[in-house]
């Protein structure tokens, strides 16, 4: 047991020790965010727990689509978006990244 712990412990920590010569590059990615009416309502409620990057790596989806996401956030996540903010961030999801249909 002791020798297990020992060759783990080794292992885990030989990371610590890795060097690179190189300088290391983080890759940036631009995401398009689309200015409207409502994305101030997004800002204030979906930006303060994750990145826009989620909201444009879901694709165009149809407005049922975006409210059940936003009825995911708001249920399953507990995010406090009132009814009205719901139907504003909403709207604006559809037009900016919606693909046209309703369903």
């Not at 297990?4 to 060097?19: D, E, N, P, R, Y």
């Not at 200015?35 to 997004?42: L, R």
Request: hydrophobic share 40%; glycine share 6%; charged share 20%.
């Amino acid at each position: 047991m002791i020798k297990k712990l020992i060759v783990l412990t080794g292992l885990v920590s030989s990371t610590l020790f890795a060097q690179v010569k190189t300088d290391v590059e983080v890759p940036y990615i631009s995401y398009e965010i689309k200015m409207g009416k409502g994305f101030d309502a997004v800002n204030a409620n979906c930006l303060m727990c994750h990145s826009f990057g989620y909201i444009i790596n879901q694709g165009p989806q149809s407005r049922k689509f975006w409210d059940e996401k936003i009825n995911k956030m708001i249920v399953h996540f507990k995010a406090p978006i009132e009814k009205e903010a719901h139907e504003t961030v909403l709207n604006y999801l559809y037009k900016h990244y919606g693909n046209g249909k309703l369903k």
